[in-house]
């Protein structure tokens, strides 16, 4: 299991665009993916979860993976935040 603290940096925070890329994004991969925020810990490849911790801007979120691909979930997953969600 790998992870990495990733800065929300959109200006909506995670909300439904944001949270639909990030949700897209996780499931192409087949390693579990986990978001931690705020003592709370969800599944990445669900969207009503990544909606439900209200991310706002400026927050950081730890996501964590575990699979044989999961230092590519990783990766895709940190350059779509770093690239704000393709704003």
């Known amino acids: 299991m790998i992870y990495k603290e990733l800065v929300i940096r959109s200006n909506d925070g995670l909300k439904a665009k944001a949270a639909a890329s990030f949700v897209q994004v996780a499931n192409q991969f087949d390693a579990q993916i986990l978001i931690e925020f ?4 969800i599944n990445a490849k669900s969207i009503m979860g990544l909606l439900s911790l209200g991310v706002k801007s400026g927050e950081s979120i730890y996501v964590f993976a575990n699979g ?14 770093d690239n704000n969600f393709g704003e």
């Open 38 to 41: 705020s003592n709370k810990k």
């Open 68 to 81: 044989a691909d999961e230092k590519e979930a990783i990766e895709a997953l940190a350059e779509l935040v």
